[in-house]
């Protein structure tokens, strides 16, 4: 495993030490890990901190997104690009409000390993957030919750897609795992790299991406005996 890749955005550069794997497994589209800056040129990255990577390696690129297993290495990086580039619009567009109920975005760069020549069009990007001290929803059990608990979280969660949604950004995947619950009882939304940013250019239209989002938030909510008080 890699221990200090550079990364690179422009004329800023970061060095980062991993220190411990989030989620790194194959057929996905991120590999995520948690990292300390241990140096930082031009950008804002906090340095001796800890922050959450996210790199997107045409090498990890899931089955069902190819062809076929020897798909050519440019489509890999196709993909692993449209995903990188979807969750850094999603970031750029709720700018404001980073650090609240979504995490802090430091940035995408490019990443060198010293395993693969530098030459090499295998191109693996990451982004660089704030890391969470919190524990997904998905960890409660149905019932575990009192019914005051279990009203706070929908009320929140429901709150936190309306507020991404009036900063023109539809989540899609919506599912309890990507909600973090801090010991400070501070709701995070984590994971943009199925949303979408709405531009008029979008496939559906907003009404139906932003009603899309509800119905896998409630259908989410309900698998896990979660709904609202006055809910028939």
Same mark, same amino acid.
């Given at each position: 495993?890699?221990?200090?890749?550079?990364? =690179?955005?422009?004329?800023?550069?970061?060095? $980062?030490?991993?220190?411990?794997?989030? &989620?790194?497994?194959?057929?996905?589209?991120?590999?995520? *890990?948690?990292?300390?800056?241990?140096?930082?040129?031009?950008? =804002?990255?906090?340095?001796?901190?800890?922050?959450?990577?996210?790199?997107?390696?045409?090498?990890?690129?899931? $089955? %069902?997104?190819?062809?076929? %297993?020897?798909?050519?290495?440019?489509? &890999? !990086?196709?993909?692993? #690009?449209? /995903?990188?580039?979807?969750?850094?619009?999603?970031?750029?567009?709720?700018?404001? $409000?980073?650090?609240?109920?979504?995490?802090?975005?430091?940035?995408?760069?490019?990443?060198?390993?010293?395993?693969?020549?530098? @030459?090499?069009? !295998?191109? *693996?990007?990451?982004?660089?957030?704030?890391? $969470?001290?919190?524990?997904?929803?998905?960890?409660?059990?149905?019932?575990?919750? =009192? @019914?005051?608990?279990? !009203?706070?979280?929908?009320?929140?969660?429901?709150?936190?897609?309306?507020?991404?949604?009036?900063?023109?950004?539809?989540?899609? %995947?919506?599912?309890?795992? #990507? /909600?973090?619950?801090?010991? !400070?009882?501070?709701?995070?939304?984590? %994971?943009?790299?199925?949303?979408?940013?709405? #531009?008029?250019?979008? @496939?559906?239209?907003?009404?139906?991406?932003?009603?899309?989002?509800?119905?896998?938030?409630?259908?989410?909510?309900?698998?896990?005996?979660?709904? &609202?008080?006055?809910?028939?």
């Amino acid at each position: 495993m890699v221990t200090a890749p550079l990364a =690179t955005e422009g004329d800023a550069t970061v060095v $980062i030490r991993i220190k411990k794997h989030l &989620r790194v497994r194959k057929s996905r589209h991120s590999q995520i *890990v948690l990292v300390e800056v241990e140096r930082a040129t031009g950008a =804002t990255c906090p340095v001796k901190e800890q922050v959450v990577a996210k790199f997107f390696d045409p090498l990890f690129v899931p $089955i %069902d997104e190819l062809p076929d %297993d020897d798909a050519p290495k440019e489509l &890999r !990086q196709v993909v692993t #690009n449209h /995903f990188s580039a979807q969750e850094t619009a999603a970031y750029l567009s709720l700018s404001s $409000i980073q650090g609240t109920v979504i995490p802090v975005f430091y940035g995408e760069f490019a990443c060198h390993f010293a395993e693969r020549p530098a @030459e090499s069009d !295998q191109k *693996v990007k990451v982004i660089l957030i704030e890391s $969470i001290d919190g524990w997904p929803l998905s960890w409660y059990s149905p019932g575990e919750l =009192t @019914e005051s608990q279990a !009203q706070w979280i929908v009320v929140q969660t429901e709150a936190i897609v309306l507020q991404i949604h009036s900063h023109g950004v539809v989540r899609g %995947d919506l599912v309890l795992r #990507n /909600f973090l619950l801090t010991k !400070q009882r501070r709701m995070v939304l984590v %994971d943009f790299e199925e949303s979408q940013v709405l #531009n008029g250019q979008n @496939e559906f239209s907003p009404e139906s991406l932003k009603e899309d989002d509800f119905i896998m938030l409630h259908g989410e909510l309900e698998l896990y005996g979660l709904r &609202r008080y006055d809910d028939s």
